[in-house]
């Protein structure tokens, strides 16, 4: 059985946009802060799928292949 990813990760990020790592990274931030998330504070697949518009099928299928 297969499972689904819930957190979506700064490698994950980079995967899916092409962005280097630490853009990614810096672009997770800025969707935490929009959320008022603190630092601590994970980020799921669809926080980040709302935020940048990316449908959440194709984002999920890319991050678990």
Known sequence: MK???VCI????????TGKTYTQARLYL???KKSLNKEEH???SVQEFCHYSGLPYDEVLR???D
């Open 41 to 43: 504070q994970l980020l």
């Open 9 to 16: 990760y700064p490698k994950d990020v980079q995967r899916i």
């Open 29 to 31: 931030k800025k969707i």
């Open 3 to 5: 499972t689904t990813r």
């Open 62 to 64: 890319s991050i678990t």
